[in-house]
């Protein structure tokens, strides 16, 4: 084993490569004394004889790095490194579901703020709402994993934290998340569920002040404050989700076939909720 190239590998960042990072570190070994006439498929041939191994992730080349404790978050990051976990997966990292999730979630945000020119009108939002959700197809499979990746409006990485090597939602920024899009972390009941799981260590203010420095158009402040309220938070914790109330009637989320309505919230949601 060459010390120099181990010392090299030792170095890396990240214990799974993509393409592009395993071509810069044959570069890299091009540049060692020794190595400079090598072509770089010999050098492939070192690396991954002696350092890594390789796999595949939907079709793109992945690179293990050799006796390194390694799981799918290691693997699902290399589709992105400005990424960060989002949504159910943020959920399953914060230990706030049991199971692992088969489904990962990365959301990488537009670098910068796309407005839209669409007006608040009621019957804009009803036909929006009226429909199925958006949801992405940018999906990679690697084993029995389903890695989806989202791009996201520009919020300034708002509530976005150091996980391992990586960035993941924190639990404020998740819960803002999941109630604009309660398909990716298992539909409303859920994240019901997730706002009382949260009451002891959760921060509301933390959570306000997250929401009113976001880029948001729609009135989500009303499902916020609506699931706040409806787990049983005290009063003090969503009045200020309440003052930013709009005329607008809202929609919990989209395609409800059965709904009931909150006067006090402005707001549809599924019957029996």
């Known amino acids: 084993m060459d010390e120099k190239i181990f010392s090299l590998i030792k170095k890396l960042e990240y214990p799974v490569l993509n393409l592009s990072e395993f071509e810069q570190v044959v570069s890299s070994v091009k540049d060692i004394r020794g190595y400079k006439s090598k072509n770089r498929d010999f050098i492939k041939d070192i690396l991954i004889k002696e350092f890594l191994s390789q796999d595949n992730l939907d079709g793109f080349n992945i690179y293990l790095l050799k006796n390194r404790h390694i799981d799918i978050y290691d693997i699902a990051s ?88 990586y960035k993941v939602s924190d639990i404020e920024r998740t819960l803002i998340d999941i109630s604009v899009r309660p398909f990716y972390s298992g539909g409303v009941s859920q994240v019901l569920s997730i706002f009382n799981e949260v009451k002891n260590i959760m921060d509301t203010e933390k959570l306000f002040e997250y929401y009113r420095n976001m880029n948001f158009i729609y ?43 909150s006067e006090k919230w402005n707001l549809y949601y599924p019957m029996g909720m």
């Open 78 to 165: 290399t589709r992105s490194r400005k990424s960060f976990f989002s949504f159910h997966t943020a959920l399953s990292i914060h230990n706030l579901i049991l199971n692992e999730p088969k489904q990962i979630y990365l959301t990488l945000e537009r670098p910068t703020l796309i407005q839209s020119l669409s007006s608040l009108e009621q019957s804009k939002i009803d036909k929006a709402f009226n429909k199925s959700a958006r949801i992405s197809n940018n999906k990679r499979v690697y084993k029995n994993f389903s890695i989806t990746f989202i791009n996201g409006q520009h919020q300034n990485n708002i509530g976005v934290i150091p996980f391992k090597n």
């Open 219 to 261: 009135p989500y402040h009303q499902i916020i404050g609506f699931y706040l309220d409806k787990s049983g938070y005290p009063k003090e914790s969503y009045d200020k989700f309440l003052s930013l109330r709009t005329d607008i009637k809202f929609y919990i989320t989209y395609n409800i076939l059965h709904k009931s309505f």
